[in-house]
């Protein structure tokens, strides 16, 4: 079983729906990252997170320590959000990342 | 800021040549990361320095690899000899302070070797 899961693994949605990738991991964590990959392979990182809601623009993230689940939602979705989504664990060690599987998201228009 | 800078971007070699992969970390950034990335196994860890120095070398696949940082700027992996398991896209992040801050990532390296 992997520690960090992601869920979808694939989405596919119309433009302007609103969009939500989850992610949960079983170990202890002190952040959690959500980044952004590009079909040309470039990765951004999107939001670093340990409690609490960031919101960037259309991209909110959440994050519930107690439940070790973390969300990213998009609002108004459109075809440029249509990339991978991973998410990463950070644990105690304080650099490694544990690295979620990604969810691929298309947004048609 | 130029962000991450890799080099090249891509590389075509034969099974047994030396491959060296560079990196330019975000300046002022003092944590830099080395990463490969498969559709097999997805992003996985090779090196971490900090300040320079190697941390944690654990990810390093083999013998074949090295990877240094003689200097706050400049960083190269390099893979002796190379075979065609070995390709992948290799992506290097830097961070202001350890893996505790947000990495960023250069466009990576895209690696086949024949």
């Known amino acids: 079983k992997n520690e960090v899961e992601q869920s979808p693994q694939n989405l596919t949605a119309q433009e302007g729906e609103f969009i939500t990738i989850n992610c949960s991991y079983s170990?202890?964590?002190?952040?959690l990252h959500w980044l952004q990959q590009h079909p040309g392979g470039g990765i951004v990182s999107l939001f670093m997170?340990?409690?609490?809601?960031k919101k960037h623009g259309r991209l909110i993230a959440t994050i519930n320590i107690q439940e070790k689940h973390s969300s990213l939602h998009i609002t108004a979705s459109h075809p440029r959000d249509s990339a991978v989504y991973i998410c990463?664990?950070?644990?105690?060690?304080?650099?490694?990342?544990?690295w979620g599987a990604g969810t691929k998201l298309i947004i048609k228009p | 800021d130029a962000g991450v800078i890799q080099s090249p971007r891509h590389e075509v070699t034969e099974m047994g040549q030396e491959v060296t992969l560079r990196c330019k970390p975000i300046?002022?950034?003092?944590?830099l990361f080395w990463y490969r990335q498969t559709m097999m196994r997805g992003l996985e860890l090779l090196i971490y320095?900090?300040?320079?120095?190697?941390?944690?070398d654990s990810g390093m696949p083999e013998d074949r690899f090295s990877a240094k940082m003689p200097n706050a700027s400049f960083s190269t992996l390099k893979i002796q000899p190379s075979e065609p398991r070995d390709s992948a896209v290799y992506f290097c992040?830097?961070?202001?302070?350890?893996?505790?801050?947000?990495?960023?990532f250069g466009p990576g390296t895209r690696l086949t070797v024949t």
């Open positions: 990463a664990a950070l644990m105690d060690s304080n650099y490694q990342l544990i």
């Open positions: 300046s002022g950034h003092n944590s």
């Open positions: 997170l340990s409690s609490g809601k």
């Open positions: 170990v202890g964590i002190s952040a």
């Open positions: 992040a830097s961070s202001i302070r350890g893996g505790a801050y947000e990495q960023y």
């Open positions: 320095f900090n300040n320079n120095v190697p941390i944690d």
